[in-house]
């Protein structure tokens, strides 16, 4: 059974740096795109960073860019979101997604699995 | 920007069938996939590529896709199946994963 774990959210004053992680299990990590999809609550999704399963794809929201980094661990099979510079607009819960494929754009397959979401609050 | 267009809202008796549209310029031509999401759950997939359901999803649950508009049909609805649905796609043009806003769907 395909398991994803987020961690590393939390309360971050504005400006300040966040590492996010997705522990992933039961399946084969390598093979497969990864996601960070975001949602202030009581809000909709807010697609943020896609990686391909080699990370020489990445792609980044125009809110995000310059500002995160996507990155995967394919030997420990994890991934990440290095957030920089954050802002009071980046509060939400953060979710990973795992695709169906392996590149990470057009995908054909859609996100079959979601992590239960790392909570990130920015503010002082 | 590609932008995916929802209804905020729709309502539909137990039993009946509810449809929810995706709207966008030519979405006929991009695969569209379609999730659910239940208060308090993180989302799943409920139809891919248009109109095809990974395992696990009821039959009940179809899509279909053509010209601007996308559509998630839900046949026979049950109270389990009251949540948040979004539709996505790729934006070749932008190189960008989209959302649509999200419908609530009530059931009566």
């Not at chain 1, 009581?42 to 860019?65: F, H, M, P, T």
């Not at chain 1, 607009?89 to 392996?102: F, Q, R």
């Amino acid at each position: 059974e395909v398991h994803l774990v987020e961690s590393g959210g939390g309360l971050v004053q504005p400006g300040r740096s966040l590492r996010l992680s997705c522990a992933a299990s039961g399946f084969t990590f390598e093979d497969f795109a990864m996601h960070w999809v975001r949602q202030v609550p009581g809000k909709g999704l807010e697609w943020v960073s896609s990686i391909s399963w080699n990370s020489a794809g990445r792609g980044y929201a125009a809110s995000v860019e310059g500002r995160f980094i996507i990155s995967r661990d394919n030997a420990k099979n994890s991934l990440f979101l290095q957030m920089n510079s954050l802002r009071p607009e980046d509060t939400a819960l953060y979710y990973c997604a795992k695709d169906g494929g392996g590149g990470y754009d057009s995908s054909g397959y859609g996100w079959g699995s979601w992590g239960q979401g790392s909570l990130v609050t920015v503010s002082t | 920007s590609y932008e995916l267009t929802q209804p905020p809202s729709v309502s539909v008796a137990p039993g009946k069938t509810a449809r929810i549209p995706c709207g966008g310029h030519n979405i006929g031509n991009k695969p569209v996939h379609w999730y659910q999401q239940r208060p308090g759950q993180a989302p799943v997939l409920a139809i891919y590529y248009d109109k095809d359901r990974p395992s696990g999803i009821p039959e009940r649950f179809s899509g279909s896709n053509s010209g601007n508009t996308a559509t998630l049909t839900i046949s026979r609805v049950e109270a389990g199946d009251e949540a948040d649905y979004y539709c996505q796609v790729w934006d070749g043009s932008s190189d960008h994963w989209v959302f649509g806003g999200g419908t609530k769907l009530t059931v009566l």
